[in-house]
């Protein structure tokens, strides 16, 4: 079935370090959406990404779909303490369900 | 925007027993409504896709006599652990697609439910 990995598991970073978690698919996905998860949360969407080589921006987030719409990446410039949970990204499997990806935990050290 | 609510929040039983989670869309009609379980420090692995009205499809691997799925409403579906184990305890957590929006459209996710088994 349809499986989609991230990479890295782990992140730490200190205060104001940049931060890149991506999202790589052997199958091209019809669409890409991201998501946060605080620690002890519920995952809250962020963004969804449709066309190829679309790149969207949201404050300190930049989001990007890859040409061939097999990966994705997610980025964080000047990350804050605000910032700690796990990152997902989903891909729609089906009429209306999705997958999710393994997530990427960060730990942004003050 | 949309709300989704989960109850209980927690919930602490004996092997054996059964449990029943609710999953509410408060403010808007979910004509389709997700169940998923999330071990710690791990992803979100989809159970069931619940549909109002009709049976949930479930998962490969997810056992459907073991979690009885009923989307009794448009704003309502519940999730019963039926003879709960340890293995069972998890953090489980509903979504639903609001009826209006298209399909490419966000899922709204309920707080969750942690389950332990003792």
């Known amino acids: 079935g349809q499986q989609v990995m991230q990479i890295p598991q782990y992140q730490h970073v200190q205060e104001g370090e940049d931060f890149t978690t991506y999202c790589n698919s052997s199958?091209?996905?019809?669409?890409i959406q991201w998501y946060k998860q605080r620690p002890g949360g519920h995952p809250v969407f962020l963004i969804q990404l449709v066309k190829s080589g679309e790149v969207k921006k949201q404050k300190r987030l930049t989001f990007q779909f890859g040409e061939a719409k097999k990966n994705s990446s997610l980025h964080i410039t000047a990350t804050q303490t605000t910032d700690v949970g796990t990152y997902f990204c989903?891909?729609?499997?089906?009429?209306?369900?999705?997958?999710f990806g393994t997530g990427t935990r960060l730990k942004v050290l003050a | 925007g949309a709300v989704v609510s989960q109850h209980p929040s927690w919930v602490i039983c004996k092997s054996g027993t059964s449990v029943k989670i609710e999953c509410r869309s408060l403010d808007f009609q979910a004509t389709t409504m997700f169940w998923y379980r999330q071990f710690p420090k791990q992803s979100l692995m989809l159970m069931a896709t619940s549909n109002e009205g009709s049976k949930a499809t479930y998962e490969q691997g997810v056992e459907k006599d073991k979690f009885l799925i009923n989307h009794a409403s448009l704003t309502l579906s519940t999730l019963t652990v039926t003879s709960a184990h340890p293995e069972d305890s998890s953090f489980y957590i509903c979504?639903?697609?609001?009826?209006?929006?298209?399909?490419?459209?966000?899922?709204?996710f309920g707080p969750g439910t942690r389950l332990t088994v003792l």
């Open positions: 199958t091209t996905l019809s669409n």
């Open positions: 979504s639903a697609r609001d009826k209006g929006l298209a399909v490419w459209d966000e899922q709204f």
């Open positions: 989903a891909s729609r499997s089906g009429t209306y369900k999705y997958i």
